[in-house]
């Protein structure tokens, strides 16, 4: 089909998105977008979901942490920020997730807010709440396998 | 901004990891309603500056994250008659006081003691609020909290009985310009939300964004006035030990 002249194409805002998980959490892309579609279809309702869009341009995530590009229609940002916000769990792993920024074309969201993946993180034993567990290192943060669970933990509450 | 949270060993997270990410997160400090996490010692003066190994490690994780951390106990009980004695026993020597309701005599009861700050949770299990309530909060001084964790969390039938519970709550608290809190009640740094987010998804359930974003100050209300109050140059509102006052 011959594309739409300028003026009556759909303008963009792209969102960057920083995604925080378990080590563990096997999240895939298309996990995460169905989560993304269902967050916004409950809060917003169909016809509030088909405005905001919400198509995942891209996605990665590694041992826990990740970032994703977003993409929603021009002036519906703030809605499509709420859906983000309710997205709480992705196939029963829980995760946190915090809009980094917007932008107006991916490659601009892209140079701005992402990349700078931080520290590789290592497997070590460290010593909390009295006993020596395995956990998770990246920087200060330690994520903590106690029993089946994580405790989420900092350089603070070990050594 | 302040969040109030559940810190290890209530929540999944200990109370620095909560203080890294709600200081990524944009806040400027979170209320630790977990009553062991933030042990502050119970004979010093002034609380800002006490001295006690856990006080420095306090100090240390707010100067490490830029970020107040505040000691607050969360009460709960079965009935108004142990709360009264807990109260009682909490009040001296937390920053913030806060009881949890979700039932009808306990709301009654916390919005009914000055001493308590924050009624938590009052329309969780099946608890009631209404227009007594609300004028005996405003009286005492007592904050409702507005929990947008239903909100973030929960889906399906749940959801929607907590949201229209929650609109009957706001528009209580609105008419009677009851004061109120907002928090999400995360139990890990996973279920934090910045507070830009936060507003977002309350407005898209209907709140006025301001609405939100006051309720999210008051923390930080709660916790300047009471602090002033446990200093040691507080005698009365209003009235303070002034700098010709002598050491007798």
Known sequence: MKHLPKHLRQRWRYLAVGIEAWPDASISRRGFQRALWYAAGNLLGDAGSADVDLTLLGFTLADGRGEAVVRTRRGHVEAARAAIACVHAVDGDPIGIRVRGISGTVRACEERYMGGAGRDPIQRAVAFAGAERSAVVRGDARDVAVESDHVGATAFDTE | ?248
């Open chain 2, 1 to 248: 901004m302040y969040e109030a949270v559940h810190a290890y060993p209530d929540g999944a997270s200990t109370v620095a990891r909560h203080a890294r990410t709600a200081a990524r997160h944009g806040y400027d400090g979170i209320v630790v309603r977990t009553r062991d996490a933030v042990e502050v010692d119970p004979t010093a003066t002034d609380p800002a500056t006490t001295a006690a190994p856990n006080a420095t490690r306090v100090a240390a994780i707010r100067e490490e994250y830029g970020i107040d951390v505040v000691d607050a106990v969360e009460i709960d009980v079965d009935g108004p008659a142990s709360a009264g004695g807990s109260v009682g026993n909490y009040r001296p020597d937390h920053t913030v006081v806060c009881l949890v309701g979700g039932d009808d005599r306990l709301n009654r009861f916390a919005v009914e003691e000055p001493r308590v700050d924050v009624l938590t949770r009052p329309m969780a299990d099946g608890g009631g609020f209404n227009h007594v309530l609300a004028k005996a909060a405003r009286d005492n001084g007592v904050h409702v909290e507005v929990d947008l964790g239903p909100l973030l969390r929960a889906t399906g039938g749940r959801r929607v009985r907590a949201l229209s519970n929650l609109r009957k709550l706001r528009e209580i608290l609105t008419y009677y310009d009851a004061p109120y809190v907002v928090s999400v009640n995360a139990r890990s740094q996973l279920e934090l939300r910045a507070p830009r987010e936060l507003v977002a998804a309350a407005a898209a359930a209907g709140f006025d964004p301001d609405w939100i974003r006051a309720g999210l100050t008051a923390w930080g209300e709660i916790v300047t006035t009471n602090r002033e109050r446990r200093s040691g140059s507080f005698i009365a509102p209003g009235v303070r030990r002034g700098r010709h006052e002598t050491e007798r």
